[in-house]
C-alpha cells in the first residue's frame, strides 16, 4: 500500500478515464514501467478534479518481487514532479482499504483585497466583505448526524444521504489585510462534493448573500421543502437548498484513518536509508 | 510605492530586459494599460531569474489622476496570477526606496529521500545524507562582516566585497521521515547570488561534500588562496573557494527595511474598502 500526495490542479481526479489526465492512470503506467504489474489500484476516495492529497492511499497487488526501497525510488522517478509516492508497507492480500474509519479533509480560504500568488493553487480566494463570526457561529450545526441530501452533488448516486460530521474545526490567522481560513472536517464517509457545498453554503452566510437560518433549513431539507411546497419533494432532488460548492483547488484530502494504521504498526524497516 | 509579491518561476527575475519575461516589465506593461503612464520603476532589490518575492518594493511617478484603490484594483487586475500589489502608499517625489536599512532572504530546503510536490517550487530538495548539526555548527561564522569574495557570481560586477551578515537563522521541523530548514537571513547589501552561495556552502557541508573547515577558509578566501598558492590570486576570482549555488526556486524575498516605512507611517487611509 502506498501513501501518495498529489496536487490535483492538472488532473480530472483520482478516477482513470479514458482521454483525461488522472491520479490512477499516472500511478497504474509508473508501476506498469517499474514493474511490468498494473492491477488495478484501490482507494479509499476518489478525489475530484483539481483537488489535491497529503494522505491518499492505494492499495495494489505485486507479482513481480521488487523490495520496498526499489520500488519507492523507481516510482517517485517514474511519477510526474506532481505526483508522489511518501511511504509504501506491505500489506495482507485480503487488505481492504476502503473499510477504513473515516478521512480528514482541509478546506483552505483566503479572504483578502488581493489574490496572493502563494495561495493560488491551494486557497479559495474570496474577496469583499467576509463576516467570518456568522461563519463561526453556523459551523457547529455540521456536527453529527444528518441527512446530507442537500449537500451532494445533482449527479450524485449515493443512496443512504445520512452522514455524520464528527469534526468541523475553522481556524483563521490574519495576514496583513486578509485573513487565511482552513476548515478541518472529519467523517466516516462523505457523499460526493458534500465537503465542498457545506464549505460553499458557510462562505454564502459569511457573505451575506443567505441569512444566518439558511444552515438549518439545508440541513432539513425535506421537511422545509415540504413545508413550503417546494418541487424537490416531487423530484427528490434538494440540491437547490444548500449553498454553492466551493472550488475544487481549495479542498485537500489530508489522511484517512485506518485501525489499526500499517504504517504506525509496522515493525522499524530500513528500507528507507 | 507599491508592495509587490510574485511566484518567480516563469520570470527572467526583476530586471527589465528584452525578449524575456520579467517582474519589471509586466508591473510596467500593466501600469501602462491602466493609466497611460510606465515610468521606469524604483526597487531595492533585482531578483533574480526564478526568485520569489513576498515583500519586494517598487517605486514609479504616476502622471494620471486614480485613487489607490483604483491602482490597486486596477494593476491586480491586469498583472497576471503569479505577481499581485498587495498594498500601495503614497510617498514623496524624492523618496529613495534604494536607500534602505536592509533585506530579509528566506531560504527554504527540504531534506528528504521524497520531492514534496507541494513544496516543489518553493524548496530546494536535497535527497540522501543530510547532516543538520554540521550545518547549524558552521552558520554563525557567517554573521558580522566579512570579505565575501569567494560568494559572489562569477558575473559580479560589485567593487566592495565586503558585507555585514546581520542575522543569519536556521529553523527546521520534522515532517514525516523528512525535514524542512528554513534559513532566515538578513544584511543591509548582498553581492550577486551572495545568498545562494552561502547556503549551497552549508549545504555542500551538512551533505559531507566540504569538510567542517571549509567554510572559514571560504570566508577568508584571499588569504587562504595565497597561503596555498592558488591561481585566484593572480585573476582574482575567488568564486572556486565557496561551495556550490543553490537554486534559485527556493529563495524568497521576505523584506525590505525601510526606516521610517511608510506603510507603517501612514494615517489611516480607508482606501482598501
Known amino acids: 500500500m502506498a501513501k501518495l500526495r498529489y496536487r490535483g490542479g492538472a488532473y480530472r481526479g483520482w478516477q482513470a478515464q479514458p482521454g483525461a489526465p488522472n491520479i490512477q492512470g499516472a500511478v497504474m503506467a509508473a508501476l506498469k514501467n517499474l514493474t511490468g504489474d498494473q492491477g488495478p489500484l484501490a482507494a479509499p476516495s476518489r478525489t475530484d478534479a483539481g483537488v489535491h492529497a497529503k494522505g491518499q492511499l492505494a492499495c495494489f497487488d505485486l507479482t513481480s518481487s521488487i ?3 526499489q520500488l519507492f525510488k523507481g516510482l517517485n522517478n517514474e511519477l510526474p514532479s506532481d505526483i508522489a509516492v511518501v511511504d509504501l508497507v506491505e500489506v495482507p492480500p ?8 473515516g478521512k480528514r479533509y482541509i478546506y483552505r480560504i483566503w479572504t483578502a483585497i488581493y489574490s496572493d500568488p502563494f495561495f493560488e493553487n491551494t486557497h479559495w480566494w474570496v474577496p469583499g466583505q467576509f463576516d467570518l463570526d456568522k461563519m463561526l457561529h453556523a459551523a457547529p450545526q455540521y456536527l453529527g448526524s444528518h441527512d446530507f441530501c442537500a449537500f451532494r452533488d445533482r449527479c450524485c448516486q449515493g443512496i443512504d444521504t445520512n452522514k455524520s460530521v464528527t469534526r468541523f474545526d475553522i481556524t483563521s490567522r490574519q495576514i496583513e489585510a486578509g485573513r487565511e481560513i482552513e476548515v478541518t472536517i472529519e467523517g466516516k464517509a462523505f457523499l460526493h462534493k458534500q465537503i465542498r457545498i457545506m464549505v460553499g453554503t458557510l462562505v454564502d452566510i459569511a457573505r451575506n448573500r443567505r441569512p444566518a437560518n439558511f444552515l438549518d433549513q439545508a440541513l432539513n431539507a425535506k421537511a ?7 418541487e424537490s419533494v416531487r423530484t427528490g432532488n434538494y440540491r437547490g437548498h444548500a449553498g454553492q460548492t466551493a472550488p475544487a483547488h481549495g479542498l485537500t484530502l489530508d489522511q484517512v484513518f485506518l485501525t489499526p494504521d500499517p504504517f504506525e504498526t509496522r515493525e522499524l524497516e530500513d528500507w528507507r536509508g
Open 224 to 230: 422545509y421543502a415540504a413545508q413550503i411546497g417546494s
Open 94 to 101: 485480503d487488505f481492504q482499504v476502503r473499510q477504513n474509519e
Open 67 to 69: 523490495s520496498l526501497n
